[in-house]
């Protein structure tokens, strides 16, 4: 399947915010997100308030009228700006820690400390056929980002700068779910029947995962360089630096797997040997890719 590119309006994606991350950025701990759960009217607002002890509730203001303000951020920028995502399906097997995506060859990392003595050492390549069964299986890749005008009307206030910067985040990660669970049901289609609230959504309740590109099953950055050869993200306007960060900064890019067993893990502590092993599969030397796992390295 070939790259396909998708457009939201800001109203398509306000449901699939998770809140939680919001506040958090915010300084909020997640209890004080529900205020996204309730009704609007002033009866339920009161309520929600009340059920916070005493010394709680100046917070839960707060939370409020941050929650108030954010959704009237989102009505202000909708119908101005957008947000965009690409994607592709691509022919997919596993061999060794690499994945073979539509020919490219994409090394990852497994896991050398476990939790529970009799865990896995998981890798992302053991949710994908290997090649040795000569049957090919499928992956996807994916890019989300706001449109990067969004935050110009706002560089000169510092509270609404970093407001709108924050909903930026959240609605690149809001296309992102909505993405997933539209190549999910119908264009991947491994789900077709997938019925999920927006609760069991945001919990992630469903079949397969989307590890991003700097989370803890996909630790290295540098790795964006090898998924803009797969979906050409500058055709949604993100741009990699000299490091591999995307700009603008309100955007997120991944893989897609549909493995029933498939699940999230942190890769964690890697040895010597592995960081020897893994430069030599990305190319890189070993001090360079020393540079991008430094908080992954064994001290």
Not at 28 to 47: K, L, S, V, Y
Not at 160 to 171: M, Q, S, Y
Not at 211 to 224: K, N, Q, R, T
Not at 285 to 290: A, F, G, L, Y
Request: proline share 4%.
């Amino acid at each position: 399947m070939g790259i396909t590119t998708v457009t939201y309006d800001i109203h398509d994606l306000a449901e699939y915010i998770n809140w939680i991350y919001f506040f958090h950025a915010w300084g909020f701990q997640p209890r004080f997100a529900t205020i996204a759960d309730i009704h609007g009217c002033d009866a339920c607002r009161a309520g929600w308030l009340a059920s916070f002890p005493e010394a709680d509730r100046a917070k839960a203001a707060e939370a409020m009228q941050l929650h108030k303000e954010a959704n009237r951020m989102l009505n202000a920028i909708d119908g101005k700006y957008k947000v965009h995502a690409v994607y592709r399906l691509m022919e997919a097997n596993a061999d060794g820690d690499n994945l073979i995506l539509a020919g490219h060859r994409f090394p990852l990392l497994r896991q050398q400390t476990r939790i529970h003595p009799t865990d896995p050492f998981l890798c992302l390549s053991d949710f994908v056929r290997p090649l040795s069964s000569g049957i090919t299986d499928t992956v996807g890749a994916f890019a989300t980002t706001i449109d990067e005008r969004m935050e110009e009307p706002y560089q000169n206030d510092d509270y609404k700068h970093l407001l709108i910067k924050t909903l930026g985040e959240r609605l690149a990660e809001a296309a992102a779910e909505k993405l997933h669970e539209f190549i999910r049901k119908k264009a991947w289609g491994y789900a077709p029947d997938e019925q999920l609230t927006m609760k069991q959504l945001l919990n992630e309740d469903y079949q397969g995962i989307r590890p991003a590109v700097g989370y803890p099953s996909l630790p290295d950055i540098s790795v964006s360089y090898l998924l803009d050869e797969l979906i050409d993200m500058k055709r949604i306007g993100i741009h990699l630096t000299e490091n591999g960060m995307m700009q603008p900064h309100a955007s997120v890019c991944g893989l897609m797997f549909s493995h029933p067993a498939s699940r999230y893990f942190a890769v964690g502590k890697i040895d010597e040997e592995q960081l020897k092993d893994y430069a030599e599969r990305r190319g890189f030397s070993v001090k360079e890719m020393r540079k991008y796992l430094s908080a992954n390295l064994q001290d």
